[in-house]
T-cell receptor
């Protein structure tokens, strides 16, 4: 089944404890992206990747890191999480590096930072 | 500066009637627009899109209208069904100038009553 998977789906952690949210797609998509969803703010793009080893900042990259060493994986790293990073996170992928394409989203990761 | 706005947080319609969801944008460089639907505990799924060279795109019960001069787009669902109850996000990109970046609105929660 073609899909985008994220792990973990739920995570409660404490301030300053490094964490990684994994994202993997099995559709051989070139483009991948991370978003966070917060009440009243919609979906905001954190980082995106047009291809392997190519990543760019979205609108809210502060406090996050990403890497794209393989086409299928695009992990989101929080080196020192803070409470304002409590949010619902979505990973997405798209078959083309052009924005003229729909994105396929993962099921989401709900992160709570205490 | 919110470049994509969905000014109605919620909308309630009767089954069989038309649902109209609205979206306004401020960035004149946006040239591609998409609508996504999101059910609780799931990631958004693509619904319909429109390029700035068109003013209308239809797919079954769903039609998107684009008014570039007003920087406004709308999603029409006819007839509305209870299964359409979800959060709808409008998204925009400046594909020609900034491929990879996507800007989403806050979302509108549609409730279709049987």
């Amino acid at each position: 089944e073609a899909q985008v998977t994220q792990n973990p789906r739920y995570l409660i952690t404490v301030t300053g404890k490094k964490l990684t949210v994994t994202c993997s797609q099995n559709m051989n998509h070139e483009y991948m992206s991370w978003y966070r969803q917060d009440p009243g703010l919609g979906l905001r793009q954190i980082y995106y990747s047009m291809n392997v080893e190519v990543t760019d900042k979205g609108d809210v990259p502060e406090g996050y890191k990403v890497s794209r060493k393989e086409k299928r994986n695009f992990p989101l790293i929080l080196e020192s999480p803070s409470p304002n990073q409590t949010s619902l996170y979505f990973c997405a992928s798209s078959p083309s590096t052009s924005s003229y394409n729909e994105q396929f989203f993962g099921p989401g990761t709900r992160l709570t930072v205490l | 500066d919110q470049q994509v706005k969905q000014n109605s947080p919620s909308l309630s319609v009767q089954e069989g009637r038309i649902s109209i969801l609205n979206c306004d944008y401020t960035n004149s460089m946006f040239d591609y627009f998409l609508w996504y639907k999101k059910y609780p505990a799931e990631g958004p799924t693509f619904l319909i899109s429109i390029s700035s060279i068109k003013d209308k795109n239809e797919d079954g019960r769903f039609t998107v209208f684009l008014n570039k001069s007003a920087k406004h787009l709308s999603l029409h669902i006819v007839p509305s069904q209870p299964g359409d109850s979800a959060v709808y996000f409008c998204a925009a990109s400046a594909a020609r100038t900034n491929a990879g970046k996507s800007t989403f609105g806050d979302g509108t929660t549609l409730t279709v009553k049987p």
